[in-house]
């Protein structure tokens, strides 16, 4: 009933129960995007604030104050604003997306590979971390570099996730 709009209602333990799923369906590996990588990715390649620049301008994405129609309604259909450099829809605006990795406050002693950053050292490993912002967050919560910290086991009318495959080399 959403149509091309993306899922959203979704606690981080629902988001693992499904890359659960469809790693079991398709034999492929599949879990959420580490935080580092989820940065790599929303980033495409570039260092502003967001991936099309250091000002929120307009109908760049879906938040409060970017000019779509969708602004502080709901969830705009996935492709209605241009990809980024590396050709990803709504990485910023859209929905919040969990990650894989627990909360730390700061990045003080994170992982320098890219790796899921869990447990050890984790101020609150109750709490996982959610990028990106959403239709409803003011523009500042979009920029690439913003993070939450959110319960597991929240679901959030603007909360969704993006999933990451893991390839053989």
Known sequence: GRGKRPVINVSWNDAQDYVQWLSVQTGKKYRLPTEAEWEYAARG????RYWWGDDIGK?????????SQWDRRQTAPVGSFK???????DALGNVWEWVQDCWHENYHGA??????????????????VIRGGSWGSIPQNLR?????GVGAGGEVADLGFRIARDFDV
């Open 144 to 148: 690439c570099a913003n993070r939450f």
């Open 59 to 67: 109908n760049n994405a879906s938040c409060d104050c970017c000019g």
């Open 45 to 48: 390649g570039t260092q502003t």
């Open 111 to 128: 992982p320098n590979d890219g790796s899921v950053w869990l447990e050890k050292d984790s101020i609150d490993c109750n709490r996982q």
């Open 83 to 89: 990809a980024n450099a590396f050709g990803l829809y």
